[in-house]
């Protein structure tokens, strides 16, 4: 594996080494010109490096031009924390290094594309890359226009695929949220209209109840009971499914035995709130006509027995629209609560109204962007948050690392098939915090997993995946945050590990 620390270990360059005739014998000059080869030797320079040296670098600036002459070397790429090789070869005359010197100058510096170490004694023909840009410019200028097209095409072709495959993933992501969104928004309207059919019931059965010749005190005792009761929906215990079921059995069974107009309405209305035969009991003594005359909350005296169960019957019905519209209005809460959020999410997820650069907590961002793929993620997927809460903020560019996450999360949830436990993790490590992506899917092939971070490489079927999700999550941790992005893999456990700085990097 390369390192920034290990030396390059190139000897001294040996100009005039190589004659025109010795030049010719190498195919990339073969059909110069007598003059051009002159140029070239009195230009150029031998170089000779021992087995295991370092050649070249993968991201210094990229000075000179190599042409093979003898020898073994091996090209390399940094992928997360492992060294790739892309290349290994002993062919006399192949060409490395500062390639593109020819292109015109936009301001960007130019940097070697991959690392090249010897493998065995090798020597080298070079050039410095002003000379070698100057050469390709002056001798070849139809050559360099079409050259330049071709990788200025492939440039703009790489952005606009990227800019496209951002704006699949924020239409794929709206998507997501108007789903959710209509879900509460749907719900809220239905309680609203079924809320306003009940309270329209109840000002009905007050009338009713006012008619009824029910004594003061009497309405004043049965507004207390309703409170009452209202109260003790709200402290009931959470019943199961089946706990209700046999709840509203035996409340169904009560009131039928009493004639309570509509059981199969009201019934299910107390055991969603919990309440029990037992209340129904008490509303019903609370009715019962009194012995003598009329007590403090009684009847009046020598009122028929009638008069009382039809009492009853709408006493029962009045609290039951009263409990309902407490669920309702319940429901509406929780409706627009879950609203609420969902925007709240969307905006920690964009951060439109925040600076694009600032100190940020790693969780608010992976919680909304969780949120905003809970669509995608569906019901058949666990989700396990294991955070370290105690972590710094760090600084970031957090709707940069929101993409990442997007991306990390989709791959996870795309790789179980819709099935399995997606596992997000934090921790700190030396002087990172790192986020760990977790799924328990089949794993990567080594293949595969050593092409990952490439442009355009993709395992989805086509249609599915541009191959430029992990290659864009790579250049934001990488190259954005001065971080680093890996992954690791087996059957059945495949991390992506991104390791963030606590400070800012040094170029910032």
């Not at 004639?259 to 019903?284: H, K, M, R, Y």
């Not at 666990?382 to 999360?409: G, M």
Request: hydrophobic share 40%.
């Amino acid at each position: 594996m390369t390192t920034e620390t290990e030396e390059i270990r190139l000897e001294p360059c040996e100009p005039g080494a190589l004659t025109p005739e010795e030049l010719r014998t190498l195919f990339l000059f073969e059909k110069l010109t007598g003059d051009q080869l002159t140029w070239l030797a009195e230009h150029g320079c031998t170089m000779r490096v021992p087995a295991g040296g370092l050649v070249l670098r993968e991201g210094d600036p990229a000075e000179s031009f190599f042409v093979l002459l003898s020898g073994t070397v091996a090209l390399t790429r940094r992928v997360g924390q492992d060294e790739v090789q892309t290349t290994r070869t002993e062919q006399r005359g192949v060409y490395m290094g500062a390639t593109q010197a020819y292109l015109r100058d936009d301001g960007v510096p130019r940097k070697y594309m991959a690392s090249m170490r010897a493998l065995s004694d090798s020597e080298f023909f070079t050039l410095s890359a002003e000379d070698f840009g100057w050469m390709m410019r002056e001798w070849f200028p139809m050559a360099i226009h079409l050259l330049e097209g071709l990788t200025l095409g492939m440039q703009n072709t790489q952005a606009a695929i990227g800019e496209r495959q951002r704006l699949a993933a924020l239409g794929a992501l709206s998507a997501g949220l108007m789903h959710e969104l209509n879900n509460p928004a749907a719900a809220a309207a239905r309680a609203t209209g079924a809320l306003r059919q009940r309270v329209a019931a109840m000002r009905m059965k007050l009338g009713k109840l006012a008619a009824g010749k029910v004594a003061p005190e009497r309405l004043t005792a049965l507004l207390e009971l309703q409170e009452e009761v209202i109260e003790r929906a709200a402290k009931a215990p959470v019943l199961t499914a089946m706990q209700t079921a046999d709840l509203e059995d035996e409340l169904g069974d009560w009131m039928e035995e009493r004639n309570i107009t509509g059981t199969w309405d009201v019934a299910p209305v107390f055991a969603q709130g919990g309440i029990d035969t037992a209340c129904l009991s008490e509303i019903e003594q609370r009715l019962a006509p009194q012995a003598t005359g009329s007590q403090a909350g009684g009847l009046h005296s020598g009122e028929p027995q009638a008069t009382v169960a039809e009492l009853l019957d709408q006493a029962i019905h009045w609290i039951g629209y009263a409990l309902e519209t407490e669920q309702l209005m319940t429901d509406i809460e929780d409706a627009t609560g879950r609203v609420s959020s969902l925007v709240s999410a969307a905006k920690q997820y964009s951060h439109l109204d925040r600076a694009a650069h600032q100190w940020i907590d790693v969780h608010g961002g992976l919680d909304s962007t969780l949120v905003m793929l809970s669509h995608k993620i569906g019901d058949g997927v666990q989700v396990v948050k294991e955070y370290d809460r105690t972590l710094p903020q760090i600084p970031a560019h957090p709707a940069e690392l929101n993409q990442v996450w997007t991306n990390l999360i989709d791959n996870a949830v795309h790789a179980m098939g819709g099935q399995g436990t997606l596992t997000i993790r934090t921790y700190r490590e030396d002087e990172h915090v790192v986020v760990s992506v977790a799924d328990n899917g089949p794993g990567m092939p080594p293949e595969v997993r050593k092409r990952v971070f490439e442009p355009f490489f993709t395992t989805k079927p086509v249609g599915e995946g541009t191959g430029l999700g992990l290659d864009i999550s790579y250049r934001i941790v990488v190259n954005g945050h001065g971080g680093d992005i890996s992954v690791e893999s087996q059957p059945g456990d495949t991390k992506f590990l991104v390791r963030l700085p606590l400070a800012e990097p040094a170029s910032a």
